[in-house]
T-cell receptor
């Protein structure tokens, strides 16, 4: 079974621009979560989508948004980029069922650099 | 709120040494617990997990036991290899609410 894929792997943008990142979950998984990883703040939860609906949201400004399509693929958008948005953005997929055994599997990440 | 505390390191050991990475947590309910590993330039790989008290997760020689009484999930390995050099993250999950909560990560360096 193919794992979680993320595109692109690397991005360089300038302040004020916007960016869209893509994530394809493991086949059969209906939940996609996004995380931001930085050296200073570590791994922080952005949001989770399940069946095309945002189900949970972390403590990030409205510049960070996402969506999920009917095939469970998800995109994350960051508008008006700031230098502090430079990070590794990780996507994780899971079945999304409310079971204790549900496990999130991560993709390789997209490295975003804002200049 | 929920939180995970682990030693940040770097932790430097010689090959074949015994490894322990401590992890303690605070949670408002009964979480599932995980260890993930991250190699340079890569995403997170699930190493092992435990979903209830006294469960032991194990994989590739690594083990961790869910201790509810001490709210801990320490990672152990009897004999480490150079290839185990990576960053290890302890995490908890309260049935998807607010996603996974991670510790800061422990950078492990194994010297030959």
């Amino acid at each position: 079974k193919a794992g979680v894929t993320q595109t692109p792997r690397y991005l360089i943008k300038t302040r004020g621009q916007q960016v869209t990142l893509s994530c394809s979950p493991i086949s059969g998984h209906r939940s996609v979560s996004w995380y931001q990883q930085t050296p200073g703040q570590g791994l922080q939860f952005l949001f989770e989508y399940f069946s095309e609906t945002q189900r949970n949201k972390g403590n990030f400004p409205g510049r960070f948004s996402g969506r999920q399509f009917s095939n469970s693929r998800s995109e994350m958008n960051v508008s008006t980029l700031e230098l502090g948005d430079s990070a590794l953005y990780l996507c994780a997929s899971s079945s999304g069922l409310a079971e204790s055994t549900d496990t999130q599997y991560f993709g390789p990440g997209t490295r975003l650099t804002v200049l | 709120g929920n939180s995970v505390t682990q030693m940040e390191g770097p932790v430097t050991l010689s090959e074949e040494a015994f490894l322990t990475i401590n992890c303690t947590y605070t949670a408002t309910g009964y979480p599932s617990l995980f260890w993930y590993v991250q190699y340079p330039g890569e995403g997170l790989q699930l190493l092992l997990k435990a979903t209830k008290a006294d469960d032991k997760g194990s994989n590739k020689g690594f083990e961790a036991t869910y201790r509810k009484e001490t709210t801990s999930f320490h990672l152990e390995k009897g004999s480490v290899q150079v290839s185990d050099s990576a960053v290890y993250f302890c995490a908890l999950d309260l049935r998807g609410a607010d996603g996974l909560t991670f510790g800061k990560g422990t950078h492990l360096i194994i010297q030959p």
